[in-house]
């Protein structure tokens, strides 16, 4: 592989997607009040959604080595280096399982049905990628990865009400929305590949067109929830509301300007749009 930026490596590495989840497992942390978990907990989190990417890539990118198809570069990599990261996938697959071993009971009770939009997602990944944004595997990749950053913390919140508490949660909610409009976005680029013509340069408009309408939705309807938060007092989820609002801004910014960025870089800062809202949720929370 040739000589790549540093700043790329993260992404090609898929660490970019560990990070992310770690960031917003923290300003769960804060806004739930949770005093205390596993100290494995974290660790358990980023390396299963490291593995959860790596096996994704994978499979987008079986078959396709020394066929010539155009490839994005954490694709190729994983295309290129298939055994070595089957190798760390495994290994990979074995710390998991060695830290929900150090995890309660009652944790891995509560967090099992996160495994059911894992299990589809991968079950929709099985099939070609579709031309095109694929909403409902985005849809189910936003959940699965929203659902399962947060059910750890949330059961050490002392919630009494149950998972379900967990699914209906306004902060979760927002969450999920904003991992599911981010992975469509990054589906969206990443489909159109040269300059289309005729249907379906009509049909990536009218994509375009529904992401930002989701995008200008989720800003307003965080506006909208920040206020509510600070009528009855609660600054830090006015601050968790503001800084989502500050991510889905970040994407509303790409998807306006996206021409001025090339696409490795789109894809990048695709996800450091939800790592900015972090800084942002430790200013407005003071």
Same mark, same amino acid.
């Given at each position: 592989m ?6 790329i ?7 970019? &997607? ?12 804060q ?9 494995? !907990?974290? +660790? ?10 790596? &096996? ?5 990118s ?6 010539g =198809?155009?490839? &994005?570069?954490?694709?190729?990599f ?5 055994? *070595?990261?089957?190798v ?5 697959? !074995? ?5 929900l ?34 909403w ?9 990865? =929203?659902?399962?950053?947060?059910v ?14 967990? =699914?209906?949660?306004?902060? $979760? ?9 981010? @992975? @469509? $976005?990054?589906?969206? +680029? ?18 375009n ?14 506006y909208? *929830? ?11 989820h ?12 970040g994407?509303?910014f790409?998807a306006?300007?996206r021409h !001025? ?7 990048i ?6 790592? $900015? ?7 407005? =929370?003071?």
């Amino acid at each position: 592989m040739a000589r790549r930026p540093l700043w790329i490596w993260p992404n090609i590495l898929s660490l970019d &997607a560990p990070l992310v989840a770690l960031a917003w497992f923290w300003m769960f942390k804060q806004i739930w009040l949770v005093k205390y978990h596993q100290p494995s !907990l974290p +660790w358990l989190l980023a390396l299963t959604v490291w593995c959860i990417y790596v &096996a994704d890539r994978l499979m987008d990118s079986r078959g396709m080595r020394g066929t010539g =198809a155009a490839l &994005a570069l954490r694709h190729r990599f994983h295309c290129d280096y298939r055994g *070595l990261m089957i190798v760390a996938l495994c290994a990979g697959v !074995l710390g998991v399982l060695f830290l929900l071993s150090r995890q309660s009971r009652g944790l891995l009770a509560y967090a099992y049905p996160v495994a059911v939009p894992v299990l589809l997602y991968f079950l929709i990944s099985f099939q070609r990628p579709e031309k095109g944004v694929s909403w409902f595997k985005n849809i189910v990749a936003g959940l699965a990865f =929203a659902y399962g950053t947060t059910v750890g913390v949330h059961f050490r919140s002392g919630s009494s009400v149950g998972v379900h508490e967990l =699914a209906l949660s306004s902060e $979760v909610v927002v969450f999920a929305l904003l991992c599911m409009i981010n @992975m @469509m $976005v990054i589906d969206h +680029w990443e489909s159109g590949g040269e300059e289309e013509t005729g249907g379906d340069e009509n049909e990536r408009e009218l994509e375009n067109a529904i992401i930002k309408i989701l995008l200008l939705a989720l800003v307003i309807v965080c506006y909208l *929830l920040a206020g509510s938060a600070e009528g009855f007092g609660s600054q830090a989820h006015k601050a968790f509301y503001l800084a989502a609002m500050v991510g889905a801004g970040g994407l509303a910014f790409l998807a306006l300007f996206r021409h !001025l960025f090339s696409p490795v870089s789109l894809r990048i800062l695709a996800d450091v749009a939800l790592l $900015v809202p972090l800084p942002f949720f430790c200013l407005f =929370a003071n």
